[in-house]
């Protein structure tokens, strides 16, 4: 069974840092790119940056680019979003999952982990 078990979020003051983990397991991930995305209050779930299998490729999205960093570790099934110079429009929920495609629930949707809240004070 796939899990994914985001952890490292929390309240931070604007332009401090977090490092967020996303663990996984039930699956072999290294065979796939990995990506963070994040769910702020009322809006819809949106895409932040994306790590190739092998970690030698990245893309990140223009509203982080410069600040967030996306790293995996797969000897550790770990993927990391190290994030820099924090903004309050930063603050939402923030997830990984496969990319392009979610993992399946295996009922025919899409599987997503618990997600970690990150909170941006001003």
């Known amino acids: 069974q796939v899990q994914l078990v985001e952890s490292g979020g929390g309240l931070v003051q604007a332009g401090g840092s977090l490092r967020l983990s996303c663990a996984a397991s039930g699956r072999t991930f290294s065979d796939f790119s990995m990506a963070w995305y994040r769910q702020a209050p009322g809006k819809e779930r949106e895409f932040v940056a994306v790590?190739?299998?092998?970690?030698?490729?990245?893309f990140h999205a223009g509203s982080v680019k410069g600040r967030f960093t996306i790293s995996r570790d797969n000897a550790n099934n770990t993927v990391y979003l190290q994030m820099n110079s924090l903004k309050p429009e930063d603050t939402a929920v923030y997830y990984c999952?496969?990319?392009?495609?979610?993992?399946?629930?295996?009922?025919?949707?899409?599987?997503w982990g618990q997600g970690t809240q990150v909170t941006v004070t001003s």
């Open positions: 790590i190739d299998w092998s970690g030698s490729s990245t």
């Open positions: 999952n496969s990319y392009p495609r979610p993992v399946d629930d295996g009922g025919g949707g899409d599987y």
